[in-house]
């Protein structure tokens, strides 16, 4: 696991500053005052286990940057971190392979920093398209794309472009070029628009300063952004990392939207959303489960409404293991809804009534308390006109659980078997 940062800086006050943002993102500070303790330092475990090393420009043993090539030497993506400003300074560091150069100016500074950081772990989970780019202009952007830790793809047509993006979901953005082998790029630029919103894929197209008049048409054929060469290092990744940014900003408001805030379940108005027009397709098959916590009222009134949540969080579990296939949500309070899709009737009976058993064998440690807990269930497994009525269906079927002693399944399988039975008895 690469979870160590590798400082190397003289100043006590950096130092401070840097490994607090270190620590608070979840990484471990390996810190040296100078060239010849990093050297050191570094030797004492293997390389795979640094993230980068955050170094300062000017040090005793190593007054112009030395210590940056010994990090680039040693394979670590680096940050570099200077109070010296002056133009000679930056074009010394740039010329080099870094991760980014970041002058010791004010706390905004730190801040990106500490946004670097976290991003150079999540940017290994992220995709990037180069697409219809020269072949200098194409390895200089991936050498960048890749110091940053993403996962670099390259394309020279359309066809292949469309490909890349269709085949890996990971790919969160494009940058496209001129020099495509077969259509314009505001073409493709739209094409990728009309099959995937701004806010699932950015598109930033990058064409030269003659150009510049018409950047309005990539816009409006459907880019996110716009980019003249010849552009900065520091310029392409901050466009970069901005609209990384804004699409993961996106997916976290949705996903806060669409989920219940306690177990992380889905909520009921994205449940509904999701799967009403599903439920009412001809031919497709479903079991829908209705599931309440039994007595749940004397567990918040016995231990409080903060350890009832320890339960609810619990249970959310169980059904996340249990039911990995389905899409679960908590419908308020202590109920759940469960809806399994292309199952049968027996099958969706079977996993119900194995799920009931695992909830009733696996108590609950609150307030250095184990409790037993236990769960009834309306179970229908021939699907209503709608979803909503198929949800009304299978409540009624949970009254009935409930109504015969709580901590059992009840299914419209045995309720027509029931029912089937009292007619063969009547005369």
Same mark, same amino acid.
């Given at each position: 696991?690469?979870?160590?940062?590798?400082?190397?800086?003289?100043?006590?006050?950096?130092?401070?500053?840097?490994?607090?943002?270190?620590?608070?993102?979840?990484?471990?500070?390996?810190?040296?005052?100078?060239?010849?303790?990093?050297?050191?330092?570094?030797?004492?475990?293997?390389? /795979?286990?640094?993230?980068?090393?955050?170094?300062?420009?000017?040090?005793?043993?190593?007054?112009?940057?030395?210590?940056?090539?010994?990090?680039?030497?040693?394979?670590?993506?680096?940050?570099?971190?200077?109070?010296?400003?002056?133009?000679?300074?930056?074009?010394?560091?740039?010329?080099?392979?870094?991760?980014?150069?970041?002058?010791?100016?004010?706390?905004?500074?730190?801040?990106?920093?500490?946004?670097?950081? %976290?991003?150079?772990?999540?940017?290994?989970?992220?995709?990037?398209?180069?697409?219809?780019?020269?072949?200098?202009?194409?390895?200089?952007?991936?050498?960048?794309?890749?110091?940053?830790?993403?996962?670099?793809?390259?394309?020279?047509?359309? /066809?292949?472009?469309?490909?890349?993006?269709?085949?890996?979901?990971?790919?969160?953005?494009?940058?496209?070029?001129?020099?495509?082998?077969?259509?314009?790029?505001?073409?493709?630029?739209?094409?990728?628009?009309?099959?995937?919103?701004?806010?699932?894929?950015?598109?930033?197209?990058?064409?030269?300063?003659?150009?510049? *008049? $018409? $950047?309005?048409?990539?816009?409006?054929?459907?880019?996110?952004? +716009?980019?003249?060469?010849?552009?900065?290092?520091?310029?392409?990744?901050?466009?970069?990392?901005?609209?990384?940014?804004?699409?993961?900003?996106?997916?976290?408001?949705?996903?806060?939207?669409?989920?219940?805030?306690?177990?992380?379940?889905?909520?009921?108005?994205?449940?509904?959303?999701? *799967? $009403?027009?599903?439920?009412?397709?001809?031919?497709?098959?479903?079991?829908?489960?209705?599931?309440?916590?039994?007595?749940? %009222?004397?567990?918040?009134?016995?231990?409080?409404?903060?350890?009832?949540?320890?339960?609810?969080?619990?249970?959310?579990?169980?059904?996340?293991?249990?039911?990995?296939?389905?899409?679960?949500?908590?419908?308020?309070?202590?109920? +759940?809804?469960?809806?399994?899709?292309?199952?049968?009737?027996?099958?969706?009976?079977?996993?119900?009534?194995? +799920?009931?058993?695992?909830?009733?064998?696996?108590?609950?440690?609150?307030?250095?308390?184990?409790?037993?807990?236990?769960?009834?269930?309306?179970?229908?497994?021939?699907?209503?006109?709608? *979803?909503?009525?198929?949800?009304?269906?299978?409540?009624?079927?949970?009254?009935?659980? %409930?109504?015969?002693?709580?901590?059992?399944?009840?299914?419209?399988?045995?309720?027509?078997?029931?029912?089937?039975?009292?007619?063969?008895?009547?005369?």
């Amino acid at each position: 696991m690469q979870n160590k940062v590798l400082i190397i800086e003289d100043s006590r006050t950096a130092i401070n500053i840097v490994v607090k943002l270190v620590e608070q993102a979840d990484l471990v500070p390996v810190v040296s005052q100078s060239l010849t303790e990093a050297n050191h330092l570094f030797m004492q475990s293997p390389p /795979e286990d640094y993230l980068c090393a955050i170094v300062d420009y000017n040090l005793p043993d190593a007054p112009n940057g030395q210590a940056i090539d010994f990090c680039l030497d040693s394979i670590l993506p680096t940050i570099v971190v200077t109070a010296r400003m002056d133009k000679g300074t930056r074009d010394d560091v740039l010329r080099r392979e870094v991760v980014d150069y970041i002058p010791k100016e004010n706390t905004q500074t730190y801040d990106y920093l500490a946004r670097l950081l %976290k991003r150079l772990e999540k940017n290994k989970q992220i995709g990037i398209v180069v697409a219809g780019q020269s072949r200098t202009a194409a390895v200089r952007m991936t050498s960048l794309l890749r110091r940053h830790n993403f996962i670099t793809y390259e394309a020279n047509s359309a /066809e292949r472009t469309y490909q890349l993006v269709r085949e890996n979901p990971e790919i969160r953005l494009v940058i496209t070029g001129t020099d495509f082998d077969d259509v314009k790029s505001t073409t493709i630029i739209s094409n990728l628009r009309m099959d995937y919103a701004k806010e699932r894929l950015a598109i930033i197209s990058v064409n030269t300063q003659e150009a510049q *008049l $018409s $950047s309005a048409r990539f816009i409006k054929s459907g880019a996110n952004d +716009f980019l003249l060469t010849p552009y900065c290092h520091e310029e392409f990744l901050c466009r970069i990392t901005q609209n990384i940014e804004l699409i993961e900003n996106v997916e976290a408001l949705t996903a806060m939207a669409n989920s219940d805030f306690l177990t992380g379940l889905f909520n009921r108005r994205y449940f509904l959303n999701k *799967l $009403s027009g599903l439920a009412v397709q001809r031919g497709k098959r479903y079991a829908l489960a209705v599931i309440d916590l039994d007595n749940f %009222k004397q567990v918040n009134d016995t231990f409080g409404h903060e350890n009832g949540d320890v339960v609810l969080v619990h249970t959310a579990l169980l059904l996340r293991q249990h039911f990995a296939d389905a899409v679960i949500a908590r419908f308020g309070g202590e109920e +759940f809804c469960v809806f399994m899709a292309d199952t049968d009737a027996q099958t969706a009976v079977d996993r119900m009534e194995s +799920f009931r058993v695992k909830v009733s064998q696996q108590p609950v440690t609150i307030s250095q308390t184990s409790i037993n807990i236990s769960i009834s269930a309306g179970l229908l497994t021939a699907p209503a006109s709608s *979803l909503v009525n198929s949800i009304s269906r299978a409540d009624k079927l949970l009254y009935q659980a %409930k109504n015969a002693g709580r901590n059992r399944i009840v299914s419209d399988i045995a309720f027509s078997r029931a029912l089937e039975r009292a007619s063969q008895k009547t005369p």
